[in-house]
């Protein structure tokens, strides 16, 4: 069973860089065609994807953060991560990783989810 | 705002059936077949419940099933059990993924 978890501060101040990891755990990051993403969710919002990563290092990312957003992949570590730069109280929300098979349109495991508070 | 628009909030007495339902704004739903719903439990990982508009994964109760009509996907959930109270999202890829607002199911 495939399971995916969030790691990282749940802290950030303004104007600074949001780290954050994904752990894969019960298989391997490289096995598969997978795209492994990024979702965050404000409070009382929405989701709203942030973007992905394949293991080849090729990525996608939506394009209303696309220049703020990083997103790389650590094979030999079987985690995944993501960096938001420039951060505003508007960044404050939950961060889940989840995975998305590259032959269809869904995600079929996610994390539990990682707060993160953009805060002075 | 999102893309997809949900009602907040839908309830139901065990045993009954309850329907949510997912209106694209634009053409996020109505032109492609790749609707997923997602139950979200507090403090739990979400979970996929239907994929492709219709198909469910293994696993899934067939108490959960899925349909689209032209802008609107609904996702229906039969004999109503306390386990099903969770909050519960659409998506759609459509060139990206665009996501509902997300619908509270309460079981009375």
């Known amino acids: 069973q495939v399971q995916l978890q969030e790691s990282g501060p749940g802290l950030v101040k303004p104007s600074q860089t949001l780290s954050l990891t994904c752990t894969v755990s019960?298989?391997?990051?490289?096995?598969?065609?997978?795209?492994w993403s990024w979702i965050r969710q404000p409070a009382g919002k929405g989701l709203e994807w942030i973007g992905r990563v394949q293991t080849s290092g090729s990525t996608d990312y939506n394009p209303s953060l696309k220049s703020r957003v990083t997103i790389s992949v650590d094979t030999s570590k079987n985690h995944f991560s993501l960096h938001l730069s420039s951060v505003t109280a508007a960044d404050t929300a939950v961060y889940y990783c989840a995975r998305w098979w590259s032959r269809s349109y869904y995600f079929d495991y996610w994390g539990q989810g990682n707060l993160v508070t953009v805060s002075p | 705002q999102s893309a997809l628009t949900q009602p907040r909030s839908v309830s139901g007495s065990p045993g009954q059936s309850v329907a949510i339902s997912c209106t694209a704004t634009s053409s996020d739903v109505g032109s492609y077949n790749y609707v997923s719903w997602y139950q979200h439990r507090p403090g739990k990982a979400p979970k996929l419940v239907i994929y492709d508009v219709s198909k469910r994964p293994s696993g899934v109760p067939d108490r959960f099933s899925g349909s689209k009509s032209g802008n609107t996907a609904s996702l229906t959930i039969s004999g109503l059990q306390a386990e099903d109270e969770a909050d519960y999202y659409c998506s759609s890829y459509a060139g990206t993924w665009v996501f509902g607002g997300g619908t509270k199911l309460t079981v009375l």
């Open positions: 019960g298989g391997s990051i490289s096995s598969g065609s997978y795209y």
